[in-house]
């Protein structure tokens, strides 16, 4: 049975993966991953089940038959919900079944192998857990890095990588730079953004990748994948690679469970997408629960503005009756702001918000 005592020295712990950790039989869960204050699950409305987030079908989104009914479904879903899962996406299952062995393989190396890889101090990108703002770390290990554009990735990292895991990851990020493509027109055009004006922020943008691990937990009640947090991106599309469920959502209050199906993706809505639309779509907060049996192996793919591009509420939606809810800021400031908060919540976010709306309503550009 784990407690929150352990045999050793946390800061002996730190220096290690939760993956190395779980090899000790008599592992006990140490201080610094102990959290036995999460919020539990309730059933809404006294039913016995949870609902399940919407669907969107890509191919019935740009056949021209289907568009208009679809165009509908995902406008009320980013609206109501601000994530959905995704079918017929285009990413054929024989690259999505290589990059799943691929991870896995990188997961089964070596700690030496791995740990040549570790956030360096100062940085939020590497091999690692970083260190909650409350001094918590989060059970599961993670590789965190950017890879695009081409001449930001650390030296040390993606280039670094197995051949064969770098090769299949460059096509996975070649379909989902395509696939987000898509997806952020359609987004444009029910927001009656000028399409153009969406294309231009995101073309060449900050793109990012984490591959995470989470070994289970004989008590997934005292830790967390990931604590509750928004999405400091404009979309973030999520693979669960080995099928493990253990991402949920809070919808009214409410924390809900999600179920998807293999080889569906995940869609959520991020911080800087409620910015560009100024407030129509909101970014959803979610988190990452442990199984007490199995490891559980995603993918997560950061889809973002260019560095030097300008954040804030897309200039062909403002007008007097709609005036600018949000500051603007450029996105490698409104990135590395995000980071330092080390995921808390959607404080970030409150941080752009314009206090006196009405007082702003004259700044028309």
Same mark, same amino acid.
């Given at each position: 049975?784990?407690?929150?005592?352990?045999?050793?020295?946390?800061?002996?712990?730190?220096?290690?993966?939760?993956?190395?950790?779980?090899?000790?039989?008599?592992?006990?869960?140490?201080?610094?991953?102990?959290?036995?204050?999460?919020?539990?699950?309730?059933?809404?409305?006294?039913?016995?089940?949870?609902?399940?987030?919407?669907?969107?079908?890509?191919?019935?989104?740009?056949?021209?038959?289907?568009?208009?009914?679809?165009?509908?479904?995902?406008?009320?879903?980013?609206?109501?919900?601000?994530?959905?899962?995704?079918?017929?996406?285009?990413?054929?299952?024989?690259?999505?079944?290589?990059?799943?062995?691929?991870?896995?393989?990188?997961?089964?190396?070596?700690?030496?192998?791995?740990?040549?890889?570790?956030?360096?101090?100062?940085?939020?990108?590497?091999?690692?857990?970083?260190?909650?703002?409350? +001094?918590?770390?989060?059970?599961?290990?993670?590789?965190?890095?950017?890879?695009?554009?081409?001449?930001?990735?650390?030296?040390?990292?993606?280039?670094?990588?197995?051949?064969?895991?770098?090769?299949?990851?460059?096509?996975?990020?070649?379909?989902?730079?395509?696939?987000?493509?898509?997806?952020?027109?359609?987004?444009?055009?029910?927001?009656?953004?000028?399409?153009?004006?969406?294309?231009?922020?995101?073309?060449? +943008?900050?793109?990012?990748?984490?591959?995470?691990?989470?070994?289970?937990?004989?008590?997934?009640?005292?830790?967390?994948?990931?604590?509750?947090?928004?999405?400091?991106?404009?979309?973030?599309?999520?693979?669960?690679?080995?099928?493990?469920?253990?991402?949920?959502?809070?919808?009214?209050?409410?924390?809900?469970?999600?179920?998807?199906?293999?080889?569906?993706?995940?869609?959520?809505?991020?911080?800087?997408?409620?910015?560009?639309?100024?407030?129509?779509?909101?970014?959803?907060?979610?988190?990452?629960?442990?199984?007490?049996?199995?490891?559980?192996?995603?993918?997560?793919?950061?889809?973002?503005?260019?560095?030097?591009?300008?954040?804030?509420?897309?200039?062909?939606?403002?007008?007097?009756?709609?005036?600018?809810?949000?500051?603007?800021?450029?996105?490698?400031?409104?990135?590395? +702001?995000?980071?330092?908060?080390?995921?808390?919540?959607?404080?970030?976010?409150?941080?752009?918000?314009?206090?006196?709306?009405?007082?702003?309503?004259?700044?028309?550009?």
């Amino acid at each position: 049975m784990l407690s929150s005592q352990s045999h050793l020295e946390d800061s002996e712990f730190s220096m290690l993966s939760v993956q190395e950790l779980i090899k000790d039989p008599n592992i006990t869960v140490p201080n610094n991953y102990y959290r036995p204050d999460q919020e539990p699950l309730k059933l809404l409305n006294g039913n016995d089940h949870f609902p399940a987030i919407p669907t969107i079908d890509l191919e019935r989104l740009v056949s021209k038959e289907h568009t208009e009914l679809e165009l509908e479904k995902l406008e009320a879903t980013c609206k109501e919900w601000g994530i959905f899962q995704l079918v017929n996406h285009g990413v054929s299952s024989s690259l999505l079944e290589k990059l799943k062995l691929e991870i896995q393989e990188f997961c089964e190396l070596p700690v030496e192998d791995k740990m040549k890889f570790k956030i360096k101090p100062g940085e939020f990108e590497g091999y690692g857990s970083l260190v909650r703002s409350d +001094g918590k770390l989060d059970w599961g290990d993670r590789l965190f890095m950017i890879t695009n554009p081409v001449h930001r990735r650390k030296p040390y990292l993606f280039p670094e990588l197995p051949s064969s895991l770098r090769n299949t990851l460059e096509c996975y990020f070649q379909e989902l730079q395509n696939l987000s493509k898509i997806l952020l027109g359609m987004i444009a055009k029910n927001l009656k953004m000028e399409i153009k004006e969406m294309e231009e922020l995101f073309e060449d +943008g900050m793109q990012l990748v984490r591959l995470n691990y989470y070994p289970p937990c004989s008590e997934p009640e005292v830790v967390m994948g990931i604590i509750p947090h928004s999405d400091a991106t404009g979309i973030t599309i999520l693979h669960q690679v080995n099928g493990v469920d253990g991402l949920q959502i809070k919808k009214d209050g409410v924390w809900i469970p999600l179920s998807i199906p293999p080889e569906a993706f995940v869609i959520n809505l991020g911080d800087i997408l409620e910015i560009i639309s100024n407030g129509v779509y909101q970014s959803i907060e979610h988190r990452v629960t442990i199984n007490s049996e199995k490891e559980r192996i995603s993918v997560a793919f950061f889809v973002n503005p260019r560095f030097d591009a300008e954040i804030g509420p897309a200039r062909s939606l403002i007008n007097p009756k709609n005036p600018p809810l949000f500051k603007k800021i450029r996105t490698e400031d409104y990135v590395k +702001g995000s980071s330092s908060l080390k995921l808390n919540g959607q404080k970030y976010l409150a941080n752009m918000k314009i206090e006196n709306v009405k007082a702003c309503s004259t700044i028309i550009e």
